[in-house]
């Protein structure tokens, strides 16, 4: 499924966080969402995923307006994964998998095999299929993440929305998820911190800053020394290794330079 | 006519004139008596009368009815020394709110109560109906009822002076409920007089004002004080005098300097039977007034102005009469200027 | 103890809740035995098939008029109440994500105390309205306070509790004022007494009323059990899934400001039941609401009425406000669950 958002606009009191985004993603594509604290990447997330109203613009689902779509008929076709979610309640992995099949039951509905096998294939795919009836409480960072994509693809979704999803975990996992995520055949966009992860495994990348798109393109395109320089204000090398066609920074520790 | 048969007549008549005049005081049964916006009926004089309250029990005891009384309950103060051997006679459920099923195993044949908590549309222990349902008849004390025409009779603040005479209607209502209306007019009469004689005792006196301390958490703490228009007011009025405390709220609490400020010329310290405080006790209090360095130069414990009176008097009930008579014995002693 | 219609968990279900069935009709059996009143058993067995048609012994009036009209319909009231009180309890936890919440901490019987003593000690309604009435408009009084300072309750949980510790506090000063300037002692007594919690004084009617409020109150909170699980990992997450955030929250909080005031205006604040049997019920069942709900309401049932047994024997022939039982019970068991929720090394 595509995604199509034409001049979005949002902000909290009268403070532009989002100030006319345009972008697009074609489907199948892994976007990836990078930019300084502060400059946007969260909101324009949600904004995109429909957990917003934007004050003006307008965002496409495989052509539909998402603003016209039900939150419920919505969740069917898009999941989102958040930043660390966390509970006090005390649920297994599989509850919290089974969550994720909401959109796809009524209220009084039993539990049908669509369902169970929504669920069981989920478990495989984040290969946690032997830890269902595991604790949440007991689970360790990455663990917790892995579980929480799993709810979102129970939802078979066609798009995938993801908030910075590595955050705190060890870079094994980092590189584990991510790999994983780009590995699932669905549209997904995520915000990363980690610029070199995001050149790994995102297909094209979008730059924010202060609210407004700087960049757009592949990784090589976008990971410019001087891009990195106004952008996020550190001196880098950007270097390709022999085996990807992918970019690779080396970031310096010496002061940044004005720009020219 | 012959001189015996005159005399005859003159007996028979005079008879006739005794009976007639004994069944004014006589009940007819069934008697219908309007209580508190209900009719209760009652086909003849209760034997077995549960008394849900201090007051409502007291009175029966009053009355002489304590071999007609299967049980009482709710004491918050202890019973009126001259009445505690017929007291002796009559069992007493708890001191506190009983239950209405310990109220029912007595086999009651009518329920007198003192409070609309104890028996009332929003008591937790029993409805009027409760009892009616099961054919026993019900009183609820005069001064417990909501009043539609004078709010300020029974609840919320007092405007006017209270008076006794909502419990003299209890007396008169109970007696004839009893078949013993002699005896309540007697008691009445023997209120009205003591009332009349305290008046005629102590004239009216501008100066002379009281201040009733029913008790306080600690000495530190704000005193609990009997309020302008309540039972304590009416005993400043009997006595010739006025509360020193005008605000109309019953059980107003007032620091030890708004006391000293209104400076009263008698101190009334009660005595509360209850023990939870220290300073619940009579003792305690004149201890406390005697020797706190401020409070001691108050004029009225300067000039030994301190007078004991029981706790109960200072709740809407006959004790309170009892109250202005055991102040009244102790203000002899006193020099009043 | 995992999903919600899934194999063994249902089976598990099924045996519990049918557990607890027995045991509450034990309890309210129980219940119309015991009393101040001496009613041989085989006399409380006669006067319930009299009433069922199946037996025409003689019975004297007062004897079946305590049996019936008094034991009976307050253990059924007790079990309403306890299974309310419960059902709220789970909804709050749920809806505030945080384990120590209950109806009582939105300030509702501090409400119900000022909308009391308006009636009674102010005179508001001139004796036509009941002390009753007072305290469920008040109650709810103290809900739409709530709701108005947290925006509906969806500002965030912590804010929500924030908002019920200021209505708590507001009312609690209005009714101290009132009682201060304007009652006598006997009315602040009688108010606070009422107030501590009693089954004294409920008789059929209040039942009838009671059972219609919990049967819609609890056939609500089922249709949105589904929803209420996806707000385990908070507000943005239950959008995500597709759950009408915003409805859910007023729908529920509006079914247990309901329900709360309904049962204070009838029996006063009872404390700890509603933060207590939600974790007993999801420790036996799950936390997922589409087993916790009937869960809670059984074993709240069921503990309401063994409570209120316990109060009328602790001290005979006097009315122990039932508080003192569920505190007794309450206090230990909300130790445990702080111990246990404490921060971990």
């Not at chain 3, 996806?230 to 409805?247: H, K």
Request: proline content about 4%; hydrophobic content about 50%.
């Amino acid at each position: 499924m595509s995604i199509v958002a034409e001049n979005l606009t949002w902000g909290v009191k009268r403070r532009m966080i989002v100030q006319d985004v345009s972008l697009s993603v074609a489907p199948g594509e892994t976007l990836g969402l990078i930019g300084p604290n502060g400059s946007g990447k969260s909101s324009l997330l949600r904004l995109l995923a429909g957990l917003r109203r934007p004050a003006s613009g307008r965002v496409e689902i495989n052509g539909q307006n998402i603003a016209q779509v039900s939150r419920k008929a919505l969740s069917r076709q898009v999941a989102f994964v958040q930043q660390s979610a966390a509970t006090d309640t005390n649920v297994t992995v599989a509850d919290v998998v089974r969550l994720g099949r909401t959109p796809h039951r009524s209220a009084l509905a039993g539990w049908s095999e669509a369902d169970e096998a929504a669920v069981t294939q989920a478990l495989g795919r984040v290969e946690m299929a032997s830890r269902r009836k595991q604790a949440w409480q007991t689970l360790s960072g990455g663990e917790r993440q892995r579980v929480h994509i799993a709810r979102a693809l129970a939802q078979a979704p066609q798009v995938m929305f993801l908030d910075e999803p590595t955050n705190h975990l060890d870079i094994h996992h980092q590189i584990e998820i991510l790999r994983m995520v780009r590995e699932l055949d669905l549209t997904s966009v995520i915000a990363l911190h980690d610029l070199n992860l995001a050149a790994m495994f995102c297909d094209r990348i979008v730059v924010l800053e202060g609210g407004a798109v700087r960049a757009c393109g592949t990784p090589g395109a976008v990971l410019t020394p001087e891009l990195l320089r106004q952008v996020f204000r550190v001196t880098a090398h950007v270097s390709w290794s022999p085996d990807s066609d992918r970019p690779h920074i080396r970031f310096s520790g010496e002061k940044a330079q004005a720009p020219g | 006519m012959s001189i015996p048969s005159l005399l005859a007549l003159a007996t028979a008549a005079l008879a006739l004139t005794g009976a007639a005049a004994a069944a004014q005081t006589r009940t007819t049964y069934p008697l219908t008596i309007e209580n508190c916006g209900q009719s209760v009926t009652f086909t003849r004089a209760p034997q077995n009368a549960v008394a849900l309250g201090q007051n409502s029990a007291e009175i029966m005891l009053l009355l002489g009815l304590q071999d007609r009384m299967a049980a009482s309950a709710f004491w918050p103060n202890s019973v009126l020394p001259e009445l505690a051997e017929a007291n002796a006679q009559v069992e007493v459920l708890t001191v506190e709110f009983p239950t209405l099923e310990a109220v029912l195993s007595r086999q009651p044949d009518f329920v007198a109560a003192m409070l609309t908590t104890l028996m009332g549309p929003d008591s937790t222990v029993a409805n009027r109906s409760d009892f009616e349902e099961l054919g026993i008849p019900t009183y609820l004390a005069p001064s417990a009822c909501a009043t539609t025409l004078d709010a300020g009779d029974a609840y919320g603040s007092r405007s006017e002076l209270w008076g006794m005479d909502l419990l003299y209607k209890e007396i008169e209502d109970l007696a004839r409920i009893f078949d013993v209306a002699d005896r309540g007019e007697a008691l009445i009469a023997d209120f009205r007089a003591r009332e009349a004689a305290l008046r005629e005792q102590f004239s009216d006196n501008e100066d002379l004002t009281f201040l009733f301390w029913f008790s306080s958490p600690s000495p530190a703490d704000d005193a609990y004080l009997g309020g302008g228009n309540g039972p304590s007011g009416y005993i400043a009025d009997l006595l010739g005098g006025s509360n020193a405390i005008r605000t109309e709220a019953d059980w107003p609490a007032l620091g030890w300097e708004g006391i000293m400020a209104a400076d009263p010329t008698v101190i009334v310290a009660a005595q509360v039977d209850r023990n939870r405080w220290d300073l619940d006790t009579a003792a305690n209090k004149i201890e406390f007034l005697t020797s706190d360095p401020t409070i001691s130069q108050m004029e009225a414990v300067r000039n030994g102005r301190i007078v004991v009176m029981s706790g109960a008097a200072m709740n809407p009930s006959i004790r309170t009469l009892y109250g202005a008579e055991q102040v009244a014995e102790q203000l002899q002693a006193l020099d009043l200027r | 103890m995992s999903s919600d219609t899934s194999g063994d968990g249902a089976a598990r279900l099924v045996l519990f809740l049918g557990l607890s069935l027995v045991t509450l009709i034990l309890a309210v059996a129980a219940a119309t035995a015991i009393g101040d009143y001496n009613i041989a058993l085989r006399t409380v067995f006669l006067s319930v098939t009299n009433e069922l048609g199946l037996t025409g012994a003689e019975i004297a009036p007062i004897e079946q008029s305590v049996i019936w009209n008094l034991r009976l319909s307050r253990a059924l009231v007790a079990a309403l109440a306890g299974a309310g009180l419960a059902i709220c309890g789970a909804i709050l936890q749920a809806l505030l994500r945080n384990a120590l919440a209950e109806p009582f901490v939105l300030g509702v019987s501090a409400g119900a105390s000022t909308g009391a003593v308006c009636v009674i000690v102010l005179g508001i309604g001139a004796g036509s309205l009941s002390l009753s009435l007072g305290a469920f408009a008040g109650a709810f009084a103290a809900f739409a306070l709530v709701a108005l300072l947290s925006n509906g309750a969806t500002s965030g949980p912590n804010h929500t509790i924030l908002a019920g510790v200021a209505a708590s506090q507001l009312f609690n000063a209005l009714t101290s004022y009132i009682v201060t300037t304007s009652g006598n002692a006997q009315q602040a007594r009688d108010v606070m007494f009422w107030l501590l919690g009693s089954f004294g004084g409920v008789r059929w009617p209040d039942f009838q009323l009671l059972l219609g409020v919990v049967l819609v109150s609890l056939a609500i909170c089922i249709l949105m059990a589904r929803s209420l699980d996806a707000f385990t990992f908070g507000d943005e997450d239950a959008a995500a899934l597709g759950v009408p955030v915003v409805r859910i929250r007023l729908v529920l909080f509006g079914v247990t400001a309901l329900l709360t005031a309904t049962i204070v205006s009838m029996v006063g604040a009872i404390g700890f039941v509603g933060l207590v049997v939600p974790h007993a019920a999801r420790y036996v069942v799950g936390p997922m609401h589409m087993r916790l709900l009937p869960a809670c309401a059984m074993v709240g049932a069921v503990f309401m009425v063994i409570a209120d047994i316990a109060s009328r024997m602790i001290a005979t022939q006097q009315t122990v406000p039932i508080g003192v039982v569920t505190a007794l019970v309450g206090v230990p068991f909300f130790a445990i669950i702080l111990y246990r929720a404490r921060p971990q090394a």
